[in-house]
């Protein structure tokens, strides 16, 4: 809202929440609303896409995109805390076009909110009105109206640099019955073809710089040619205007737009005229028409008529003498784009047109002292009107098709009537107020305002103060306020009273481009209102400074820090409001949050601040004031002590012997004891956990204890292989949970040895027998744990006993390996490995044996009983006989009694 310089108003603060509400539903449904309508990450891309394409006056549809970012954008913050870059955060280098990420999307808005989105963002939180309407010029060109053709143009001049309601666009349609060249070229006045016989639309964006330079060019641009031949294209020229669309595909004709059509000839096609109140009546749009004719009702205008009657639409009908002067008139009363318009009034009654005229005979209005010009426009069935000035003199005016226009330079101030004899009236007057007034700006209340007349520069917006009213004509005045007027509505009063030559009140000044309105009442007791220079209030010029040299505090340490606030403007004082923004590691509580400056004056802002249990962590301390429009920050930077802290080894019971090493690391993959030692403990804290971080990820995570021995907290781990660093964790009295690194260290590679004590170096062919290694763990601290495997050739195999075994630093292990030799026939040399590993070292040794073959056996009676022409053989092992069948091929078994296929 302040950065939109926006101030308080009911009606303001009800479209804000709806908006805010229309956001909210929009954001809701996303996120957990029904599952085909909630918003993806993949549509990121083509939601800004719509978004930029979208109009101001599409409020609704901006806020359903807005919504859904925001859904999108809270989901994506969530997983984005695992990252460690901020930068796909950051706008694209192409804009909108290349966005696609939510949080993209709203940097770039930040970014371009002072470009060209910065009504477009009015427009999403309801600053702007919805579905902003379009005035549309629909004109006859056709040579018969060059005489009507300037006062046109006039009006349609005087609409568009008009400082009143404002549409959100406007557009001009041109129609002709260029046909009729084709068929009487020597009622032309030109060589080639003429364009179409009606449009084209031509849109002008009231938001757009570009367009409202364009429309004056165009209107002066507009001119009377052909014709000749009869009726014109004026329903086809209306249907044209109601059908226009913006460049991105939404209609600009929408609810409670006007149509203006200005003619002088009825329309040859009449065929599509409902099809035209059809559409008027869909988009609810008003017709006017302003008729150049000297034919009465029921002519060939009926068509025309017809259309505005049923689009709620005013009908004016002049001769071709009076037609100005009505136009000009009467456009000052015909549209109006508030909640009052009379168009609004038609569709919302939703019921036929109601009638302009009174129930009374007689209408009366007030002029004030200050009137310099009076005009009157007056609609009744009578032939003439009275009209009666406040000192009771009457003139009497005759009315011309329905209208009499009455015209007085410096009326008479006081209460005016006009009235008929019989039947109804119905009178709009318009009057120009002469006053001048120059506005000035009092720093000092006890300051007397002659002294202050040339201090006519604005004084900060937001700021509060003084200001004095001069005028020749203040002996005129009885009551008076003077108002700050912001895009038409009274952003602030000030109530004035008499202060010697000048009326003077307090007001707090609004932010932005206002318009100086001086409301009130002369002697008489007649009201007026006169609007004077128009001036940029400007943000304000202040100063928030830190001046506390506090730079670090202790984990549970507190302190104060002192920053100072200048008010660095001439005059106005000014209200504060004063925030501090928390950080994540210091508690902070401001000792005031409100502040008031005067002019060129300063004061100091306190804040408590208290530093949690996050040691070595920096937060900057920002504490921000408000005036309502400009917010001024200052910044501290402080710092928790970092914890020092150090690693000692063990072997094992590290605080029953209060022995330590702190030559290094221990092996990775050995275990053993650890102590963490804390120079300086901090009270209310507890350390839970020592963890070994690798690449982000804690790989060991061991819990501590507390040993007064040592002082020091102690733990037991089995430690990583690689360079690693250690991790302190633990929580404060609050139980908030914290986490503290230190430098890194590397635990390398264990030393070890496996070496084999048994020789033997043969073995008979089915025998086995024991080998013995011995297992030296080299290291000066550490146990380390190993498994135990063997490998062997074919026809040996060999198995270690036991698989597993720990040896602690500088110790030795036996580890047994029992190898078999299986039967052979012939002499071979085999080999056997035996391999340990404690998970990051492995050692590997290798032993090679002479396996001896049996005699060979000698062919013997058949003592064996063998079959199939199988063989007894005989073999003599160790002093024993053994006989067994050698069997001939394609036979087997003990027998060889088996035929093998």
């Known amino acids: 809202v302040n950065k939109f310089d926006k101030v308080d108003s009911d009606t303001g603060y009800t479209q804000f929440v709806e908006a805010v509400t229309e956001i909210t539903e929009a954001r809701q449904e996303a996120c957990i609303g029904p599952l085909d309508e909630q918003a993806s990450t993949a549509n990121v891309s083509k939601l800004a896409h719509q978004f930029a394409a979208l109009s101001p006056s599409e409020g609704r549809e901006l806020r359903s995109i807005f919504g859904r970012m ?59 009105a919805e579905d902003l309407q379009c005035l549309a010029f629909v004109v006859d060109t056709t040579g018969s109206m060059r005489e009507e053709i300037d006062a046109v143009k006039d009006l349609i001049e005087a609409f568009v640099s008009s400082e009143g309601d404002e549409p959100a666009c406007y557009s001009i349609t041109p129609f002709n019955d260029n046909h009729g060249y084709y068929d009487y070229p020597e009622n032309y006045d030109f060589a080639t073809p003429p364009g179409p016989d009606y449009g084209p639309v031509t849109l002008y964006d009231t938001f757009e710089e570009t367009d409202l330079r364009t429309i004056h060019e165009d209107i002066s641009s507009l001119k009377a040619y052909g014709g000749g031949d009869g009726p014109e294209y004026g329903m086809h020229g209306l249907q044209t205007a109601l059908r226009a669309k913006w460049p991105w595909g939404s209609d600009a004709m929408v609810e409670g737009s006007q149509a203006i059509l200005f003619t002088d000839h009825y329309a040859k096609d009449t065929d599509i005229m409902m099809k035209v109140i059809e559409e008027a009546r869909q988009k609810q749009v008003c017709v006017h028409l302003f008729l ?16 505005a009657e049923s689009t709620g639409g005013t009908i004016v009908r002049a001769r ?75 003139v009497t005016n005759r009315t011309v098709r329905g209208y009499a226009i009455y015209r007085e330079l410096h009326p008479e101030p006081g209460e005016w009537f006009v009235c008929v004899p019989r039947g109804t009236l119905t009178a709009s007057f318009n009057n120009r107020v002469l006053l001048d007034f120059v506005v000035a700006f009092v720093n000092d209340e006890e300051s007397s305002p002659a002294h202050v007349v040339s201090t006519t520069t604005p004084p900060p917006a937001c700021s509060s103060g003084r200001v004095a009213v001069l005028s020749s004509r203040l002996q005129d005045i009885s009551l008076a306020r003077l108002n700050f007027v912001k895009d038409g509505d009274i952003a602030a009063s000030a109530p004035l009273t008499p202060c010697g030559k000048a009326m003077v009140g307090n007001t707090t000044f609004p932010s932005g481009t206002v318009t100086y309105q001086l409301q009130g009442e002369d002697l008489g007791g007649n009201p007026f209102e006169i609007s004077g220079r128009t001036v940029d209030m400007k943000l304000g010029s202040y100063s928030l400074n830190a001046v506390s040299s506090v730079a670090e505090l202790r984990p549970g340490e507190s302190t104060v820090l002192v920053f100072e606030l200048h008010n660095q403007n001439s005059y106005g004082s000014t209200e504060f409001t004063v925030s501090v923004e928390s ?18 004056g300063s004061t100091q802002i306190s804040i408590q601040v208290s530093a949690n249990a996050h040691p070595g962590v920096s937060n900057d301390i920002t504490v921000a004031a408000n005036d309502g429009c400009t917010t001024v920050t200052g910044t501290h930077t402080l710092m928790i002590v970092p914890l020092d802290f150090s690693i000692e080894y063990a072997e094992e019971n590290i605080c029953s012997t209060g022995t330590m090493t702190s030559s290094g690391t221990p092996p990775a993959c050995s275990s053993g004891d650890f102590a963490v030692l804390i120079p300086a403990p901090i009270p209310g804290i507890s350390f839970t956990h020592l963890s070994f971080v690798q ?56 030393r070890y040895a496996l070496n084999a004590a048994s020789t033997a170096e043969e073995l008979d062919a089915g025998e086995h027998t024991y080998f013995v290694f ?128």
């Open 774 to 901: 011995t297992l030296h763990n080299n290291n000066l601290y550490g146990s380390a744990s190993f498994s135990v495997s063997a490998g062997s050739e074919r026809g040996i195999s060999a198995v270690p006993q036991p698989d597993s075994i720990a040896v602690t630093a500088g110790s030795n292990a036996e580890i047994q390996v029992r190898v078999s030799a299986g039967s052979s026939f012939a002499s071979q040399s085999k080999t056997f490995t035996l391999t340990v590993n404690d998970g990051c070292t492995s050692v590997t040794t290798s032993h090679t044996l002479s396996i001896t073959a049996p005699e060979i056996p000698t062919a013997e009676p058949d003592l064996c009983g063998c079959e199939n022409g199988g063989t007894c053989v005989t073999v003599t092992r160790r002093g024993r006989v053994h006989h067994f069948c050698q069997c001939r091929s394609g036979y087997g078994g003990r027998l060889c009694q088996i035929e093998l296929e």
């Open 583 to 600: 950080p994540p590691d210091f508690s902070v509580a401001l000792q005031e949050t409100y502040a008031l400056l005067e002019a060129g």
């Open 695 to 750: 690449s982000g990820r804690a790989v060991v995570r061991n819990a501590l204890s507390p040993c007064s021995r040592i002082d020091a907290l102690v733990g037991h781990a089995t430690f990583p292989l690689g360079v690693t660093t250690y991790q302190l964790n633990g929580k404060d009295a609050n139980d908030n949970r914290f986490s503290y690194n230190s430098s890194s260290v590397e635990f390398s590679h264990g």
């Open 70 to 128: 925001l859904c999108l954008r809270d989901d994506y913050s969530a997983k984005r805390k695992k990252r460690a870059s901020d930068d796909s955060c950051n706008c694209p280098r192409g804009g909108f076009d290349d966005v696609v990420e939510p949080c993209q999307f709203f940097t770039c808005l930040d970014k371009d909110v002072e470009e060209r989105f910065d009504k477009k963002i009015e427009a999403v939180f309801g600053f702007i």
């Open 320 to 394: 071709h003498t009076e037609f100005h002067d009505l136009v000009q008139i009467f456009g000052d009363f015909s549209t109006s784009y508030n909640d009052k318009s009379p168009c609004r009034d038609f569709y919302n009654a939703n019921s036929e047109r109601k009638k302009r005229s009174s129930d009374k005979k007689c209408q009366s209005f007030t002029v004030s002292a200050f009137t310099s010009v009076l005009k009157l426009l007056i609609t009744t069935e009578q032939s003439q009107v009275v009209i009666q000035k406040p000192s009771g003199v009457k």
């Open 292 to 307: 150049s004719t000297s034919k009465p009702p029921g002519d060939g205008f009926d068509s025309y008529t017809t259309v």
